[in-house]
């Protein structure tokens, strides 16, 4: 009988925990090699952009602003993603472009203003 509540426990340790450690996470993180299609980028690249700019790093006029172009480039590990946005309100006007890159299946891999 000892046994049978020890192996309930444990079962509904197991069921439950894993439950507990699946949150909603990052939903632009993606595994395997299926290239992603132009609109999950462009839904990620929204996301970025506001994690860029709750974090700081660009300015908070670049919230309204959608995406200029999406391309594919070879970058140093295979096909990329290259994600423009143009903001002509920004203070600085070096930085006038925003360029997000991302991998073949759709993960982040840099942000820049330079596009290289």
Not at 22 to 31: M, T
Not at 38 to 50: F, L, S
Not at 95 to 113: D, M, R, T
């Amino acid at each position: 009988m000892k046994n049978i509540h020890i192996y309930l426990t444990m079962i509904w340790v197991l069921l439950f925990s894993t439950v507990a450690i699946a949150g909603a996470g990052d939903d632009c993180h993606f595994h395997g090699n299926k290239p992603a299609s132009k609109e999950v980028v462009y839904k990620c690249a929204d996301q970025r952009k506001a994690k860029l700019i709750s974090r700081g790093k660009i300015e908070s006029s670049w919230q309204s602003v959608k995406p200029e172009s999406i391309t594919v480039i070879d970058g140093q590990k295979g096909k990329e993603w290259k994600v423009m946005f143009v903001n002509p309100a920004v203070s600085d006007k070096s930085k006038s472009n925003l360029y997000l890159f991302y991998s073949e299946s759709g993960n982040f891999i840099a942000a820049n203003h330079s596009g290289k």
